[in-house]
């Protein structure tokens, strides 16, 4: 990008861009001045491939519910976890609460102001760093997120793959170019904003744009042909089964995952898992609780199919009912167990899909009965 441009983009950001922010921005919580750096943080956390929409609900609750980081330090994570099912990305709720008890133990239950202390906390990337230490602290670092990335991409018409680690080097460098040290934060946060409403990924509002007159993909008349992306590859679709088991007191199992690691550590879940090949569904889900429960069970009739996308793959979730034959549940690939009524599910944090599911049972006209699905008794 030739320098030559930044004096002209220096000048619409504080003639354009800034007032446009200040008759615009969005009447956020996180937003509310004083604005506690906790807040910031964790709405942060939230927005992470997140839409704000969503995050509103989930930010009230969590931080009524935990209201600093001692009170998040102290609750068990499983509450945690309660708290953000639905949300998505669990990992994240697991390093905040492990970020919380660093918090407590090392800088007195407040998020550091030093931007090189917050940086070495877990799950402070660049971004994150950037973000807290400029809105809640007035550090002059800009933020790049996707979003901005957008903006950007389009204001030069960047021919280059904004996914390359060069493109973002570059772009970083246009970033801090264009803060003014004197509003760190609302600058970083004007670019985001005009990201979120105006330019937007597809539509963007040229003609409500404050950046209209600077702006060479506009000029061009092809905004949506930036930020130039490598094509993505397909994502992989699987086919997985869940087993909705009852036992003769009409109570359900379910199973934890394993606390470390993976996708959706420590949640719980109704068993099973991947399809393979050449499989039939019940002989899928049968396999798969044998091998993470040790328990031989009847497959009973199908009672949903649920239809779920992950960054980086779509999976087709078969619940069915199902009995033990023999066996007791134990813990071969899974944390823990627990049987529980359709009232009782409230009390564990589950993924989406598997809320799903408890979805489904609740919509049956009356609890699911045993002998309803399985009139003989078990061989
Ligand atoms: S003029 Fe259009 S493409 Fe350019 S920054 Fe504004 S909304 Fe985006």
């Not at 615009?24 to 943080?41: I, K, S």
């Not at 901005?148 to 570059?170: C, N, S, W």
Request: include cysteine; proline fraction near 9%; hydrophobic fraction near 45%.
């Amino acid at each position: 990008m030739s320098s030559a441009l930044i004096p002209s983009f220096r000048a619409a950001v504080r003639r354009r861009l800034l007032p446009w922010f200040a008759n615009n921005a969005r009447d956020l919580p996180w937003r509310a001045e004083p604005r506690p750096p906790y807040a910031v943080w964790i709405s942060e956390i939230m927005l992470q491939q997140t839409r704000v929409d969503t995050v509103l609900p989930y930010f009230r609750r969590f931080l009524a519910r935990f209201p600093d980081p001692a009170a998040l330090a102290a609750a068990p994570l499983r509450d945690v976890l309660k708290l953000w099912e639905g949300l998505g990305y669990y990992a994240r709720a697991r390093q905040i609460h492990k970020t919380a008890h660093l918090l407590v133990r090392d800088h007195g239950g407040k998020l550091p102001a030093d931007p090189a202390q917050l940086a070495a906390l877990p799950g402070f990337g660049p971004y994150t760093s950037a973000a807290v230490a400029s809105f809640a602290f007035g550090h002059p670092l800009a933020v790049l997120d996707g979003n901005v990335i957008r903006v950007f991409a389009r204001l030069l018409a960047l021919p280059d793959d904004v996914g390359r680690p060069a493109t973002k080097k570059k772009l970083q460098l246009l970033a801090d170019a264009l803060l003014l040290r004197d509003r760190p934060g609302t600058v970083n946060e004007a670019w985001m904003e005009l990201g979120a409403l105006v330019c937007t990924p597809r539509n963007p509002r040229c003609p409500a744009c404050p950046l209209r007159a600077v702006c060479r993909a506009a000029t061009l008349k092809t905004p949506e042909a930036y930020p130039k992306k490598k094509k993505k590859m397909k994502v992989p679709h699987k086919i997985v089964g869940a087993a909705v088991i009852l036992n003769a007191k009409n109570q359900i199992l379910i199973a934890q995952r394993q606390a470390e690691g993976g996708m959706l550590a420590g949640l719980w879940e109704f068993p099973g898992g991947k399809i393979a090949e050449g499989e039939t569904m019940p002989q899928c889900i049968a396999r798969e609780l044998k091998e993470e429960m040790g328990i031989a069970i009847e497959v009973g009739p199908h009672l949903v199919t649920v239809p779920h996308a992950y960054t980086h793959f779509t999976i087709e979730l078969h619940a069915h009912f199902a009995r033990i034959q023999t066996g007791r549940p134990r813990h071969i690939e899974c944390a823990d167990h627990a049987w529980v009524t359709r009232d009782q599910f409230d009390s564990y944090p589950f993924s989406k899909a598997d809320l799903d599911i408890i979805r489904a049972l609740r919509a049956l006209s009356k609890p699911p009965r045993y002998r309803d699905f399985f009139p003989k008794p078990a061989p």
